[in-house]
């Protein structure tokens, strides 16, 4: 059915979302919340690639990662020096000021963004490829942070994290490590956003507001931060769960708030009584 | 005999009609999707759609159904947000197996439209007014008039018929406002007037004196608001810095709420309305009452007119699909509204479906005087 296999795409494209957003903030310890304008310049990017130039998605996804790489450096190199509450700042600046200008310009469509992306891989079976493509993408994203973080790199990024001070004595360069894993999550958010782009068809600068940083980092937060399979628990979790409320032939009147109400309670449940979400450790000394 | 047969025919009739509304009951229901926002900002408008389209359906069902089936409609919730309405869509289409979606709000409609087109699912637009709207696919018509109806005719209202020579038009930076601004500007500007001032101010902005600032500098002798629920607070802040010069507004302004809201700062104000009012309508009457059996007064009472003739028109293409024994299907469902083209209906009137994915309506334009809307003219 085409519709699991939405949902399936959907869960899918969050999955990466929350694992690449899981190395900066969970692993590396760096407080930013401007993801979502990453995953946006990746969408915009291979949309507009596949509007007006009619290259193959492939190369326009390709093309869509590359901006996001780039603007991430951009965006590291001036602000990554600085972390903790400064850092969470000027990442929310860079998020509201980047998506002011994809509202404001007319060749991004402004407000009423951008409805005729191309149709890739159409026909029946459309929904269903798309999924594998995506699942494929999420594993490879999975897999690479996984191999990334078990090894001495991810032991030096932890250490960092911890500690930068100390790291820093020990001969590790936390500003060279900081630039690499925020390119490397911003490259997949951006991947994300052209398989958002591709799939959906139409994207808008609201879907790519700050509050999909809540969302993205209540994933996180809910599968287990600094966990590999915490982020990909939290975003099934996480978009499965409404999807299954509609089901429950409950008036339409009581559906929206009962998903808001779950979604809240969910937080505070896990916030106070497993802070270390779904799939983490206890952490030594930490609240219980 | 005759006696026997004149009480046999007489205890048969109600038995028979009986019978037949309970397997009318019993038939399978055409079913039709609507995708409102129910929770979320916009949900006070949303929730009272809904409620309209009950009200419709339960009239439809009271008075036979479609050609003897049920009408029955399934509504997802999409907080007016793109990402939401795309899954619900998926939802309606591939688990209800509804062939015709209704949908309002512009980014919702536009996020819909290439699953309606993939599908082959009809999508009726019934609220947003994004000029985009028309060009969005083969499966993708409105029912609700697009902003260059009313906007066209409002602008050379104010040029031709109030003599208005310069214009200041200041509008919300989303899709509704830059569309309808444009329009605004372009047609006062063919029709010899002048814009002095064309500023866009913030969707989520409370303080308005820069862009109204901007406009009194161009001196002009009407300004055109194109907003949403903060055109109370722009006119009130216009008319507190000393800014007395006509407004006009689209129908988003002909809200009593807006009156009660900016009181005598109201006067004067022009909007324009795409549906009749009680007084002129009979049928408007009655949705009105249906209102007062629920305990408070509607929001947006012409937008509830077009909820009630969507459900109206989507049971009149079930009835042609029917007529004709064809397969319910989002193809033939298109195939219906473009055969019939013409709609008379119940809240709004007549209704005809262009070629171009556009519809023809007259448009009432009201003037605030005494606290009221009252009728300023009706264009054809």
């Known amino acids: 059915m085409e519709y699991l296999a939405s949902t399936g795409v959907l869960i899918g494209i969050y999955i990466i979302l929350a694992t690449s957003y899981n190395l900066i903030i969970g692993y590396g310890g760096l407080n930013t919340i401007a993801h979502p304008i990453f995953f946006a310049l990746g969408a915009y990017t291979a949309a507009l690639l596949g509007i007006d130039t009619g290259l193959p998605a492939v190369i326009c996804i390709a093309a869509g990662i590359g901006v996001a790489v780039v603007a991430s450096v951009a965006l590291a190199v001036t602000t990554l020096r600085v972390s903790g509450d400064y850092l969470l700042i000027a990442s929310l600046g860079f998020q509201l000021g980047l998506l002011q200008a994809v509202n404001n310009l007319d060749f991004t469509g402004g407000p009423a963004g951008l409805s005729n992306i191309p149709l890739t891989l159409g026909g029946p079976a459309r929904g269903w490829l798309y999924l594998m493509i995506t699942a494929a993408l999420a594993l490879v994203v999975i897999w690479l942070a996984q191999r990334s973080m078990a090894g001495p790199f991810g032991r030096a990024v932890r250490a960092m994290r911890d500690d930068e001070v100390a790291c820093a004595a020990l001969g590790r360069g936390p500003f060279a490590m900081k630039v690499v894993i925020f390119a490397f999550g911003c490259g997949a958010a951006g991947l994300a956003g052209g398989m958002y782009a591709y799939y959906y068809q139409y994207i808008s600068p609201e879907q790519f507001n700050v509050a999909q940083s809540a969302t993205i980092l209540t994933m996180v937060v809910l599968g287990g931060l600094g966990t590999i399979w915490g982020p990909v628990i939290g975003a099934f979790v996480l978009v499965a769960l409404p999807q299954a409320i509609t089901f429950l032939q409950l008036p339409s009147s009581l559906v929206g708030p009962l998903q808001g109400l779950i979604f809240t309670s969910l937080v505070i449940v896990f916030l106070f009584l497993r802070p270390q979400g779904l799939v983490g450790t206890p952490v030594a000394g930490a609240a219980p | ?380």
Do not use: C
């Open chain 2, 1 to 380: 005999m005759t006696e026997k047969l004149s009480r046999r025919l007489v205890l048969s009739v109600p038995a028979a009609l009986w019978a037949g509304g309970a397997f009318a009951q019993q038939k399978e229901p055409f079913r039709f999707g609507a995708l409102m926002p129910t929770t979320g900002p916009e949900a006070g408008y949303g929730l009272d759609f809904v409620k309209t389209y009950e009200m419709a359906v339960k009239d439809i069902n009271d008075n036979g159904g479609v050609a003897g089936r049920p009408l029955e409609m399934i509504v997802l919730d999409t907080q007016a947000k793109p990402e939401l309405a795309i899954n619900a869509a998926n939802k309606l289409i591939e688990v209800n197996k509804v062939s015709v979606i209704i949908t309002a709000w512009s980014s919702v409609v536009k996020a819909v439209a290439p699953i309606a087109n993939r599908t082959a699912t009809l999508e009726l637009n019934m609220g947003a007014n994004s000029p985009d709207i028309a060009n969005l696919g083969e499966y993708v018509y409105t029912v609700f008039p697009l902003a260059e109806v009313d906007v066209t005719a409002l602008a050379k209202y104010t040029r031709e018929k109030l003599g208005k020579t310069k214009a200041a038009v200041l509008y919300i930076n989303n899709d509704t406002g830059i569309g309808g601004a444009k329009i605004y500007r372009d047609v006062f500007t063919s029709a010899g007037g002048q814009v002095v001032a064309f500023e866009a101010y913030d969707p989520k902005a409370t303080d308005f004196t820069g862009v109204l600032l901007k406009a009194r500098v161009g001196n002009p002798d009407v300004v055109h608001i194109h907003g949403l629920s903060e055109l109370p607070q722009v006119i009130a802040q216009m008319r507190q810095l000393g800014m007395l010069q006509q407004v006009t507004s689209y129908s988003s302004g002909y809200n009593p709420k807006l009156l009660a809201q900016l009181g005598p700062a109201a006067e004067g104000l022009i909007v324009t309305s795409l549906a009749p009012t009680a007084t002129t309508n009979p049928n408007v009457a009655k949705l009105l009452d249906l209102w007062k059996q629920v305990g408070r007064a509607p929001n947006g009472l012409p937008y509830l007119q077009y909820a009630w003739d969507s459900t109206v028109v989507v049971a009149d293409l079930f009835a042609w699909v029917d007529k004709n024994k064809l397969p319910v299907t989002g193809e033939n469902l298109r195939k219906a509204l473009l055969e019939i083209r013409t709609f008379d209906l119940p809240m709004t009137g007549k209704l005809v479906v262009t070629d171009d994915h556009r519809i023809k309506k007259p448009v009432y334009l009201y003037v605030v005087k005494n606290g009221q809307f009252t009728p300023l003219d009706t264009i054809a």
